[in-house]
């Protein structure tokens, strides 16, 4: 079973950074994408970054310019920047993971989550 573990997710005030980390465990599965999404209560998760086999990532609008994804394949792992947060950046960010099998469905997201990490952006 893929395991996704999430983390530095916290607490900061507008204008500040934060840079979340993923990290992929259990089952040796090949990711052929990772990527982040957010959701706030009652809204549906939406997709904030991800990034797939050749490396291109892809943003939300609301979020292009202010963060970067990357991605370290030997580490199996996946970095979330994100600079100049804003109040509307609060959510619970959740990892993705979409197999190498599944490579067709790309950009949506794959079968695998992690537990989610809380950002809070608040004066």
């Known amino acids: 079973q893929v395991q996704l573990v999430e983390s530095g997710g916290g607490f900061v005030q507008p204008g500040e950074s934060l840079k979340l980390t993923c990290v992929q465990s259990?089952?040796?599965?090949?990711?052929?994408?990772m990527g982040w999404y957010r959701q706030t209560p009652g809204n549906k998760r939406e997709l904030v970054a991800t990034?797939?086999?050749?490396?291109?990532?892809k943003y939300a609008e609301s979020v292009s310019g202010r963060f970067s994804i990357s991605r370290d394949k030997a580490k199996k792992a996946v970095y979330l920047q994100m600079n100049n947060l804003k109040e509307e950046d609060t959510a619970v960010y959740y990892c993705?993971?979409?197999?190498?099998?599944?490579?067709?469905?790309?950009?949506?997201?794959?079968?695998?989550w992690g537990q989610g990490t809380q950002v809070t952006v608040s004066s």
């Open positions: 259990g089952s040796p599965v090949q990711l052929y994408a």
């Open positions: 993705n993971g979409l197999g190498l099998s599944q490579e067709f469905m790309y950009p949506a997201p794959g079968d695998y």
């Open positions: 990034i797939g086999g050749i490396g291109i990532p």
